[in-house]
């Protein structure tokens, strides 16, 4: 809609639709200069849109220099109009400006925590107006919505530009934008000073150029842009406005985040979607084309997808398209026929395509003589050597810290870990760690550019900012275990200064802590460094020492530690038990270190009052290693269940002793017996009350492992029913209780 040599086109941000209607106009308008709703201090930045270099999903990212953690983005998608607005403007050698508040007084309206978008402080001033903020942030969706529509590009799509006779597309969107905002009473004050410093822009610009104007805003601000103002007032609004030092630069986006389901303000229902109107404008087949899209997704993922289902899907999108009164099939109908026609009606298996289709895996990319946040610019530097590309979606990558390469690699990961930036994440922690091999689970999103300029009051680079923030979390720790964390950080990221700090820290922690919790939970840390010190190249000598004096300092707490206490402190003493103990045998302890630790072991089994649950952990441990017999483990089972014991102490040993092992009830004939006897002594409550400790005792157990310890029991005629198998000796309580157990074993609930 064009006033005064000045042409406004109200657009949906992220819009397929308007980005092609826009570029359109643009050809035929052929401005001089294009202004575009956007922070006015970062038009420098702008012509930086249209480098060769430049992929988009991208976003402007901007914050205060003594605030890094204020951030804010505004992105930008190759189908955004201000993103194609940007480039024709560029290679036609039009002025190029932003107009909106500048990124400073934005940054002064505090967002709301969390929120890494431009829209927050806009979504903080609307709050609480319902439908009147869902009106100003997405007005084109509440067309389309009150037109029956599930997203604002569908109805754009088919009332504007599929209309056979759509008419002047801009001046139809400011009238239905005036409409909207007849009832406006009042406007929230810092839309008002939104509005009005992109007036006052405006007014520059119209004196400084000779020749048609072109003015890209969203399409709720027209008709306050067009509305008559004075300049005056509009200063006065403005005057005051606070003002803070900012930075600004380029970082990449995804794709996923252009969606307003994950919080995105001014997002659309389905970039993946918008992305393939895009590609596809101009032609007619785009939902042949998108179907062909979802059946390669689908093969992918080994699903059989013959061609006459595609077909009868196509004919059926068409088929919805008619009978909705829609010009074209827009995703719904493709969705609504897929599942359909090529997921048999099950929308379950849709959901497994969804994500992947509809908000697609891209990530963007800058040039790289894009001026950049020092710690983004540093982490672009290192993925380059690394020879890791950021993508969206989950990739699994197999780490060998024997090269180079590989070790490069996995110090990088966990640099970024330790600076919360979760790119990568371990997968194979607790078993192949501490080996030459390490298995991550990469994933980029784009908030972890938020954490970096966060963290840039740590250091410049990677590293430095790693050191920096590991040196301030061992001065904050305040237990040993918390400690030994954070030296494995340290450790395994290559941090020399945080590691020479945290080792300081955790010897003189460790002379002066006697809780054999702390004590023992430190252990698996410190033992996982040492096996990782061949492969990291660590010197481990030190931590060797320090390693055994904890086992030691432990294993003398220990028997005093397990005495009354708690289900809670016995469940946690037990964890850190077996865990410790995993540790100690693959750290290949000193024998005189192994020996004091199982002394210590065999103290709280001696002991009358150690608790039940650490009891039994222990009594295991010991059989394990080999220091209880069979024959007096089985011995000490039949005593510890034993008619003489309280039911609760019994189920609490047992639970400690088979948690996790109830596998050796399959070949020891001994505790088989003694478990036998204590089940045959319970009356019948007992026994159905313990049947929840049974089956967490026995849920690790594969289904072949309890067919065979149902064979074990109950022989071979296991396959009868198991309540109706004969004992061996003919007791009817063991046949009873047995019988409970078969069914337990089978997946049966199992009642008396």
Partial sequence: ?????????????????????????????????????????????????????????????????????????????????????ALWAVANKAALRFIDLPSAARLVEKAPEGSTDADAAEAEATEGQGEEASRI?????????????????????????????????????????????????????FEAMREAHMRL??????????????VVCGAWHVPALQAAHTQKSDQALLKGMARRRTMMTFAPWTGPRLALGHGYGAGVVAPGWCMHLWQTRGQHDASVLWLARIAAVLRAKGHLISTASLIEAERLARALAAIRERPKPGFEELRDASIAALFNGEALLWKMVEAELLLGADVGEIPPDTPLAPLIDDLQRNQKAARLKPEA??????????????????????????????????????RSRGTFRERWMLAWQPEYAVRLVENLIYGPTIEKAA?????????????????????????????????????????????????????????????????????????????????????????????????DLDAQ?????????????????????????????????????????STALVAGCAAHLLYEAGRLSAEATADLLAKRLSPGTTVLDAAAFFEGFFSGAGQRLIYDEGLRGAVDAWLASLDEEAFVAHLPLLRRVFSNLDSMERRRLIEAVLGRRASLPAGLTPAPDGGEAWRRHFGLIGKLLAGEPGHG
Wanted: glycine letters at 6%.
């Fill in 137 to 189: 942030h997405d007005p084109i969706g509440t067309l389309a919505r009150a037109a029956g529509y599930e997203d604002g590009e569908s109805w754009w799509s088919d009332i504007i530009e599929q209309n056979p006779e759509p008419g002047p597309i801009f001046a139809a969107i400011a009238d239905a934008m005036t409409t909207l905002r007849e009832d406006e009473t009042s406007i929230a004050r």
């Fill in 393 to 430: 979606l989950e990739r699994e990558l197999s780490v060998d810290l024997r090269s180079e390469s590989g070790l490069f690699r996995s110090t990088l990961l966990h640099r970024l870990n330790v600076l919360g930036v979760s790119w990568g994440r371990l997968t194979d922690a607790g």
């Fill in 1 to 85: 809609m064009t006033e005064r040599g000045i042409s406004y086109f109200g657009i949906r941000h992220h819009g397929p639709g308007s980005a092609e209607s826009l570029v359109e106009a643009l050809r035929e308008l052929q401005p001089v200069a294009v202004l575009i709703e956007g922070p006015a201090d970062a038009s420098p930045l702008l012509p930086l849109l249209a480098s060769a270099d430049m992929k988009p999903p991208v976003a402007l990212l901007c914050y205060p220099e003594d605030d890094p953690a204020a951030t804010s983005f505004w992105p930008f998608a190759e189908f955004s109009p201000e993103y194609q607005a």
């Fill in 201 to 214: 822009e405006i007014a520059t610009a119209r004196k400084e150029f000779e020749g048609p104007l072109a």
């Fill in 569 to 609: 402190a016995a469940a946690a003493l037990t964890d850190a038990l077996r865990k410790a103990d995993a540790a100690i045998k693959l750290v290949e302890a000193d024998e005189h270190i192994l020996e004091a630790w199982r002394s210590g072991l065999a103290a709280v089994l001696d002991s009358s009052r």
């Fill in 467 to 563: 050191n920096g923030r590991l040196v301030q979390m061992i001065g904050a720790a305040t237990t040993l275990d918390a400690l030994a964390t954070l030296v494995q950080s340290a450790i395994t990221a290559a941090l020399s200064e945080a590691s020479a700090a945290g080792l300081a820290a955790l010897e003189e922690k460790a002379a002066h802590s006697g809780e054999c919790l702390e004590l023992l939970a430190s252990v698996p840390p410190l033992a996982d460094i040492i096996r990782y010190g061949e492969a990291r190249k660590t010197e481990t000598e030190r931590l060797t020492d320090l390693l055994e004096r904890l086992i030691i300092e432990g294993s003398i707490a220990l028997p005093y530690a397990a005495r």
